[in-house]
């Protein structure tokens, strides 16, 4: 498993630099592909499945769940007040409308991470902030909140704390006693509302 996230960040580190070499006029509203790389190296841009699952149970206003599988795929079964992009539509001019909203935290998943790992090098490039990944991705998550858990004579405490939260999580998305083999978590409309800013109000400088 570490092996395989090893090969993922060399694969982002080669296409990072890979923008350093690029003609200046294709990037002039474009992060600096100096500090993109840095942000290529740095881990900070995952959150776990726990967390994004709090979160989710927490009605969290700031967060933004941005689902990057097929549209069959999402309709199928979705995590609560998820957005179905298609990564070939992130650069389309409503798309970066909802992305740049705002006091939102943009958290990408797909069934793994190879797919959102590219969605949030194109964000990050286009200077999109405050986005990050669900590490692992659906098969993560269910394989973390949906599957039961198994207890070891030595678990420690905040292990047991760790179990208990996601069988309460399990619950919540699926009901007591059931264990489907791909659970519906909240479906969500098939149809999203763009949030349009209003109009800024002019002022006499400033930037």
Not at 137 to 147: A, H, L, S, V, Y
Request: aromatic share 6%; charged share 25%.
């Amino acid at each position: 498993m570490e092996r395989k996230y090893t090969i993922l960040a060399i694969l982002l580190i080669v296409l990072a630099l890979g923008l350093v070499i690029l003609p200046k006029e294709k990037r002039q509203k474009e992060i600096d592909p100096k500090l993109l790389l840095s942000a290529v190296i740095e881990n900070s841009r995952y959150l776990s499945v726990d967390e994004v699952t709090h979160r989710i149970i927490e009605n969290d206003p700031t967060l933004m769940l941005i689902d990057l599988r097929p549209g069959d795929q999402f309709k199928q079964f979705a995590l609560s007040g998820a957005i179905n992009i298609q990564t070939d539509s992130l650069l389309s001019a409503s798309t970066l409308e909802l992305l740049n909203q705002p006091g939102k935290d943009k958290i990408w998943y797909a069934n793994s991470d190879l797919i959102s790992e590219k969605a949030w090098l194109i964000a990050t490039r286009h200077s999109v902030n405050r986005i990050y990944i669900m590490k692992g991705g659906m098969n993560e998550w269910f394989n973390t909140i949906i599957k039961p858990g198994d207890v070891s004579n030595t678990a420690s405490s905040a292990d047991l704390d760790r179990l208990s939260f996601r069988n309460a999580a399990r619950r919540y998305f699926i009901g007591a006693g059931q264990t489907p083999e791909m659970p519906i978590a909240k479906k969500t409309p098939e149809k999203v509302n763009f949030i349009r800013k209003a109009p800024e109000a002019t002022s006499g400088g400033g930037c």
